[in-house]
């Protein structure tokens, strides 16, 4: 996700934005409560995620589940991993829980991204030069 330069009215600094979203990114394997992430910037929970969503436009909670559905997209485009070993890399604690979140943001259940992403890796032979 983009990060503006400057801060929006009333959010938080860009500075503070582009640590939380580090160490988020750093730690997308494990549990991101809220006053872990308001800890990072020396903040309350409260006023933290108030000023977050106007920075980020999404509350605290949905911007780490869209990190994490990010990254578990770079991982199902490699099929050495499994679907269960993807959702513990990538911070979930069931597969069905990841599946479902997967689903509501990108409206493809993960297997069906990695089929999709791998008919768009092939070459396509249909005899055409």
Known sequence: MAIAADSVV???????????????????????PLTELAAVVYM???????????????????????QRIARAREFLARPELTIAEISRRVGFRTPNHFTTMFRRVSGVTPR????????????????AQ
């Not at 069906?112 to 005899?127: F, K, S």
């Open 44 to 66: 309350s929970r409260f006023h933290f995620a108030r000023l977050f969503r106007r920075s980020t436009g999404h509350p605290p909670h949905r911007f780490v589940i869209r």
């Open 112 to 127: 069906g991204y990695r089929i999709q992403h791998a008919r768009a890796a092939q070459p396509r032979d249909d005899g």
């Open 10 to 32: 009333g959010g938080l600094p860009a500075w503070r934005v582009r640590r939380v979203a580090e160490h988020i990114d750093r730690n997308l394997d494990k549990p991101l």
